[in-house]
T-cell receptor, first 112, second 110 residues
């Protein structure tokens, strides 16, 4: 079955540690996106990539980093520079020429 | 500027009809999405409007007026399982980035 997977679903980390969230898709989509969702707020764009080996900052990129070495994978690293990392993180992908974005199941990160 | 506004919460009765409004301001507007999101889950696609008018899909319909910067999602014959957040998202520019509203939490009561 084609789809987007994010792992793990729940992640706990101590303050000051970097953590990497996984996002994999086998839909052969070109573009991939990372969003952050906080209670009572809409999804906010962290980073996006429209092609392998290229990515762009979104609206709230500070304290985050990404890589796009393979078409299928777009991992997000939450660094210790991110002041409020506890949130629900959603990955999405999109086929070239189509506007709809398909979302993964999300990872809820809690920093203790 | 760029802004999406939608009501924070709404309550409706099972079997009834509810309309969720969304107003938007964004440069390079290229269409509007409605997504449904149950608590702790991923948003799922409901509808996409790029031209003015009404798009109907089963119990759900979505309307767009580009000149007014306005859209609504209409849910008919409400069911308890329709209790969820409904996210309005405008497509921005050639890069097809989405700008999301805060979401409208709909509670369907018996």
């Amino acid at each position: 079955d084609g789809g987007i997977t994010q792992s793990p679903k729940y992640l706990f980390r101590k303050e000051g540690q970097n953590v990497t969230l996984s996002c994999e898709q086998n839909l052969n989509h070109d573009a991939m996106y990372w969003y952050r969702q906080d209670p009572g707020q809409g999804l906010r764009l962290i980073y996006y990539s429209q092609i392998v080996n290229d990515f762009q900052k979104g609206d709230i990129a500070e304290g985050y980093s990404v890589s796009r070495e393979k078409k299928e994978s777009f991992p997000l690293t939450v660094t210790s520079a991110q002041k409020n990392p506890t949130a629900f993180y959603l990955c999405a992908s999109r086929r070239e020429g189509v506007n709809e974005q398909f979302f993964g199941p999300g990872t809820r990160l809690t920093v203790l | 500027g760029q802004n999406i506004d939608q009501p924070t919460e709404m309550t409706a009765t099972e079997g009834a009809i509810v309309q969720i409004n969304c107003t938007y301001q964004t440069s390079g507007f290229n269409g509007l999405f409605w997504y449904q999101q149950h608590a702790g889950e991923a948003p799922t696609f409901l509808s996409y409007n790029v031209l003015d008018g009404l798009e109907e899909k089963g119990r759900f319909s979505s309307f767009l007026s580009r000149s007014k910067g306005y859209s609504y999602l209409l849910l008919k014959e409400l069911q308890m399982k329709d209790s969820a957040s409904y996210l309005c998202a405008a497509v921005r520019g050639a890069t097809n980035k989405l700008i999301f509203g805060t979401g409208t939490l709909l509670a369907v009561q018996p």
